[in-house]
C-alpha cells in the first residue's frame, strides 16, 4: 500500500505561482508512475498532467508552458509547479501513483491509478 501526502495548495491572487508537493511512501519509488489531478467546483476529476519513472512528462493542453511537473526519485516527491495561476485554476488538487509498466510509460486517465492523495485545495482569486 502507498500512501501520498500532498501538501503546498492554498489561496493565491491571479498571475501568482504555486507549487504542490506529494510524497510516496514507497521504497521503490522509481517504478511509479505519478500524475496530478484536479476537481472544480461542480465538476469531474481531470488530468493535469503525468510523469513517468524516468521523468517523461505529459500534460494536458490548457496547462502547457503554466504548469510543469517534476520528480526527484531520491526524495519519493513529485511537485506541481504552477504558474499564471487564475481563477479557473481552483480546484481540489489530487497525487495519485500507480506501478508503470516500463520506466517509461505516463498515464491519463484516472482509473489507471490505484493510489490517490487526499488532495489539497488551490483557491485563485480574480
Known amino acids: 500500500q502507498v500512501q501520498l501526502v500532498e501538501s503546498g495548495g492554498g489561496l493565491a491572487q491571479a498571475g501568482a505561482s504555486l507549487r504542490l508537493s506529494c510524497t510516496a511512501s514507497t521504497r521503490t519509488f522509481s517504478d511509479y508512475a505519478m500524475a496530478w489531478f484536479r476537481q472544480g467546483p461542480g465538476k469531474d476529476r481531470e488530468f493535469v498532467a503525468g510523469?513517468?519513472?524516468?521523468?517523461?512528462?505529459i500534460y494536458t493542453d490548457s496547462v502547457k508552458g503554466r504548469f510543469t511537473i517534476s520528480r526527484d526519485n531520491a526524495k519519493n516527491t513529485v511537485w506541481l509547479q504552477m504558474n499564471s495561476l487564475s481563477p479557473e485554476h481552483t480546484a481540489v488538487y489530487y497525487c495519485?501513483?500507480?506501478?508503470?509498466?516500463?520506466?517509461?510509460?505516463?498515464?491519463?486517465?484516472?482509473?489507471?491509478?490505484?493510489?490517490w492523495g487526499q488532495g489539497t485545495q488551490v483557491t485563485v482569486s480574480s
Open positions: 510523469i513517468s519513472g524516468s521523468g517523461r512528462n
Open positions: 495519485a501513483a500507480r506501478l508503470a509498466d516500463n520506466p517509461y510509460y505516463t498515464y491519463r486517465r484516472a482509473f489507471e491509478y490505484n493510489y
